[in-house]
Antibody, heavy 121, light 111 residues
Framework: QLQLQESGPGLVKPSETLSLTCTVSGGSISSSSYYWGWIRQPPGKGLEWIGSIYYSGSTYYNPSLKSRVIISVDTSKNQFSLKLSSVTAADTAVYYC?????????????WGQGTLVTVSS | QSVLAQPPSVSGAPGQRVTISCTGSNSNIGGSSDVHWYRQRPGTAPKLLISGNSNRPSGVPDRFSGSKSGTSASLAITGLQAEDEADYYCQSYDSSLSGVIFGGGTKLTVL
């Protein structure tokens, strides 16, 4: 059974770079047709797609965040990562990683449990 | 404002049927992009309920059903139970934005 787990600092200073990693277990990140994505949810608010990556390295980003986001994949570690630069308080959110099958527009399942990242000095 | 519009809240008594709407446009739902539905209980990650407009993943009760027509989609829940109280989100893809979009979420209260 495929499982995803987010990890990374829970506190990031304004203007710095947020870095998170998602570790995939119970399956290979290199499986064909699987896309790996990041979604965030500010406290008390709705879901926002950040971006997705295919194991080959092809990336797809939310246009509103594209200038600050880099998503990468490390197939040797069965992990993919998120870097969000120049963060502000508005980037405070629970960050989820998730898998979708068949394309970026496909349903996300399963999801990681999520990790809260707070942007504050 | 979300690209996909959902009612902020709906409610129903145990045993009743409720529906949650998700209204988009020709660049997403109406343009043949699939709609997916998730349930999110407080403090937990979203869980997939419906994929590809009307498909239930294994393990999801048949009390949950999805449909799509024109630029809108709906999630129906029959035989309402206390455990159904949660936030529900729709998701699609927008060709104009070139990205995945979510509805603003609907809070379901079981009276």
């Amino acid at each position: 059974q495929l499982q995803l787990q987010e990890s990374g600092p829970g506190l990031v200073k304004p203007s710095e770079t947020l870095s998170l990693t998602c570790t995939v277990s119970g399956g290979s990140i290199s499986s064909s047709s699987y896309y790996w994505g990041w979604i965030r949810q500010p406290p008390g608010k709705g879901l926002e797609w950040i971006g997705s990556i295919y194991y080959s390295g092809s990336t797809y980003y939310n246009p509103s965040l594209k200038s600050r986001v880099i998503i990468s994949v490390d197939t040797s570690k069965n992990q993919f990562s998120l870097k969000l630069s120049s963060v502000t308080a508005a980037d405070t959110a629970v960050y989820y990683c998730a898998k979708s099958r068949g394309g970026v527009s496909a349903a996300s399942d399963p999801w990681g449990q999520g990790t809260l990242v707070t942007v504050s000095s | 404002q979300s690209v996909l519009a959902q009612p902020p809240s709906v409610s129903g008594a145990p045993g009743q049927r409720v529906t949650i709407s998700c209204t988009g446009s020709n660049s997403n739902i109406g343009g043949s992009s699939d709609v997916h539905w998730y349930r999110q209980r407080p403090g937990t990650a979203p869980k997939l309920l419906i994929s590809g407009n009307s498909n239930r993943p294994s393990g999801v009760p048949d009390r949950f059903s999805g449909s799509k027509s024109g630029t809108s989609a709906s999630l129906a829940i029959t035989g309402l139970q206390a455990e159904d109280e949660a936030d529900y989100y729709c998701q699609s893809y927008d060709s104009s934005l070139s990205g995945v979009i979510f509805g603003g979420g609907t809070k379901l209260t079981v009276l």
